[in-house]
């Protein structure tokens, strides 16, 4: 199965702006950011950066920095990747590793311990 330009622009995107928060982005609010994925629109017009952070308590400060560096990080983008357009960004908190972490807790919870 081959992949399309959404996923490829998408997959680019996630590489390009890690890079970008951990080198230029000096917000205080956007501390060690994790970007976990990116889904791109079909027209390739808007991109959901997905994003995780270790202080989760810290999770509405962050995404407003996110969204206040939403525009210089798309001119860096643009920049860096041979495009006609690049997509808007929108920040979004992944909240899948903590339900994971959730479901492997409550799993570990039923099953009981082995005995050697």
């Known amino acids: 199965m081959t992949r399309g ?3 490829k622009v998408a997959d680019l995107i996630q590489r390009e702006l890690s890079d970008l ?3 230029e982005v000096r917000d205080p609010r956007v501390g060690m950011v994790t970007i976990t ?5 079909p027209d390739l017009s808007h991109a959901k950066v ?4 270790l202080e989760k308590e810290k ?4 995404v407003e920095g ?21 997509p808007e960004l929108r920040f979004v908190y992944d909240e899948s590793v903590e339900r994971g ?11 009981p311990p082995k005995s050697g």
């Open 50 to 53: 997905f994003f995780t952070i």
């Open 5 to 7: 330009r959404p996923q």
């Open 59 to 62: 999770k509405d400060l962050t």
């Open 66 to 86: 996110l969204q206040r560096a939403a525009s210089f990080l798309r001119a860096q983008l643009s920049r860096r990747m041979s495009m006609y357009t690049t």
């Open 21 to 23: 928060l951990r080198r």
């Open 101 to 111: 972490d959730r479901l492997s807790q409550l799993i570990d919870s039923v099953i």
């Open 37 to 41: 994925s990116v889904d791109v629109s």
